[in-house]
């Protein structure tokens, strides 16, 4: 994430190492009197030592240098003893340096922090010189410390540095929204997700106020950003390091977007001062969706099971009253009530099941041929004697051809339809079902003159559980199932469905099935 931690820049950087090293190397040589030198150290990726700086000697001298100090770098590392005549372990001749002169003496110590070796600084005098002495190895001893501190640090640096970016990269790359806040809350950082999600760009939002940028209330619309519930905002008891808040924060466009927040705050131990945080942001717009929707369902589905049979127990303990006596007609239509009530928790409970099997998609289809311009007048039929003030008109042509289809299930769609016709067009009308073939497709409309459908909630119908807004459809009883059944089982035929409506205008649901039946 970019910015995360802005005193990154402040860091050193490889280019500190190799100047600390010429430094410390260049006394060292001075003061052991050498003409060369050179500080390698070891490389974790290539698994060997290199060398990171070196003086007086040119690259072909050092070509030749290195392997050879190399054989001597094990007994180094574990005795840290210097040595003089080199030439004795490595073999003549040793390598030229810049002025010329072939060198020979030579001391050598390894870089050590604790028990590590980090690297070896080597020191080389002209062959014509004196060997090094016990006094020249302690001196060089203490360059050594130096340049194993500067060679530590530079790893340590290293290291933060790859882990920070390491983490970074992991952060901007994240789906859900990364923020960092400075004590004052404001923003360091602001991943791609953060930005996608808010439309703020992150160069605009950069070392603002979080407050200022996101507006973070709760569902009832009361800041959360200046009251002591933000979990920046230092309480007596210091406040939490971890915690998750859910409400609404501002979009670049105004809108509100639901979110949790999950905060992780540093915080002083002395003072409990935040002086940072990181917060996750989720957009938890469709989970409290899928909440609202189970709850209204819940309570919907309570309705639709206490009404019939609360008219079945009316009517039951009215019939098995002992003190009465009803006559034949009163018990017949007693009767026939309770049994149009048992069919209606019937049919809402095979609603239920199908709708479960369907999503556990365990529905299996049991094809055949079928005729549907004969199974639209048979529902029609069935369904005309319910209601009064509606005209029914069935119109598919002549050749309209079979199709290859489960019947039981197409049935229901048929129905699901024509049966939402008359519920949704409570003054009456016209309803009719039309068939129509073309280019190895059938196209089956069911129209009405009723209500219609609002343009906003016309891509939601086919939701589970998913019901019109307004009074008049709240009037009628209904679970949301009957579309997402309808959709599901035209899908499932290879077919499609969609609406075509406007807000009292009446609706045309039309599905289209392959002629061949998806196979
Ligand atoms: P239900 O009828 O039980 O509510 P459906 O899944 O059959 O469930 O329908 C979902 C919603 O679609 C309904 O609540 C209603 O708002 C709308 N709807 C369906 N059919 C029609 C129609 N013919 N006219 C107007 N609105 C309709």
Redesign the pocket.
């Known amino acids: 994430m970019a910015h995360l931690m802005d005193s990154s820049d402040a860091l050193p950087q490889e280019a500190d190492l190799r100047a600390s090293l010429r430094m410390i190397l260049k006394n060292a040589i001075e003061a052991l009197g050498g003409s060369a030198g050179v500080v390698a150290t070891w490389d974790q990726e290539e698994r060997c030592f290199t060398p990171t700086y070196s003086f007086g000697l040119d690259e072909r001298a050092l070509e030749q240098l290195l392997p050879l100090l190399e054989e001597a770098v094990p007994d180094l590392a574990v005795s840290s003893q210097s040595f003089n005549a080199l030439s004795r372990i490595l073999g003549p001749p040793l390598p030229k340096s810049d002025q010329g002169l072939i060198l020979d003496p030579i001391v050598a110590l390894p870089l050590r922090v604790g028990r590590r070796s980090l690297g070896f600084i080597y020191v080389l005098r002209p062959r014509s010189c004196m060997a090094f002495s016990a006094v020249d190895q302690s001196t060089l001893n203490a360059f050594a410390r130096q340049a194993a501190i500067a060679v530590d640090n530079a790893h340590l640096v290293h290291n933060l540095i790859e882990e920070k970016s390491r983490v970074e990269s992991m952060l901007e790359g994240s789906a859900e929204g990364m923020m960092s806040l400075d004590g004052r809350r404001r923003l360091l950082g602001f991943n791609a997700a953060m930005e996608r999600m808010s439309g703020h760009p992150r160069r605009q939002v950069l070392s603002l106020p979080c407050y200022h940028v996101l507006n973070f209330r709760d569902f009832e619309g009361r800041s959360i950003c200046n009251s002591d519930r933000c979990p920046m905002v230092t309480r007596p008891d210091g406040g939490p390091s971890t915690c998750e808040l859910q409400g609404k924060i501002q979009s670049a466009d105004g809108q509100d977007i639901e979110v949790a927040m999950v905060y992780s705050v540093n915080r002083s131990r002395a003072t409990g001062r935040a002086h940072s945080a990181v917060i996750n942001v989720r957009d938890i717009k469709r989970l409290r969706e899928t909440e609202n929707l189970r709850s209204a369902f819940l309570s919907m589905l309570g309705h639709e099971l206490q009404t019939p049979l609360s008219i079945i127990k009316g009517y039951t303990s009215t019939l098995a009253r002992s003190d009465a006596r009803w006559n034949r007609k009163t018990l017949r239509e007693g009767l026939q009530v309770i049994e149009e009530e048992c069919d209606r928790l019937s049919k809402l409970v095979n609603r239920l099941l199908l709708a479960s099997r369907i999503e556990s998609r365990t529905v299996t289809l049991k094809k055949e041929p079928v005729q549907l311009s004969v199974m639209a007048t048979k529902v029609v039929r069935r369904l005309e004697p319910v209601t009064a003030n509606h005209r029914f008109e069935v119109d598919f042509g002549p050749d309209f051809p079979e199709v290859y289809a489960d019947p039981e299930r197409m049935e229901e769609v048929l129905t699901?339809?024509v049966?939402?016709?008359i519920?949704?067009?409570p003054k009456g009308g016209r309803i009719t079902v039309t068939g129509r073939a073309d280019a190895g497709r059938v196209r089956v409309t069911?129209a009405?003159e009723?209500?219609?459908?609002p343009r906003r909630?016309l891509g939601r119908?086919?939701e589970r559980f998913?019901?019109?807004?307004?009074g008049q459809?709240q009037k009628?009883?209904?679970?949301?199932?009957?579309?997402?059944?309808?959709r599901s089982i035209v899908e499932a035929h290879g077919g499609q469905i969609e609406?075509a409506?406007e807000a009292g205008k009446?609706?045309q649901?039309t599905f289209t099935l392959p002629v061949g039946g998806g196979e």
């Open positions: 699901n339809l049966d939402n016709a519920k949704y067009s069911v009405d009723g209500i219609g459908i909630e119908v086919f998913r019901r019109g807004e307004n459809v009628v009883r209904g679970m949301g199932l009957g579309l997402y059944i309808c609406v409506s009446g609706s649901f």
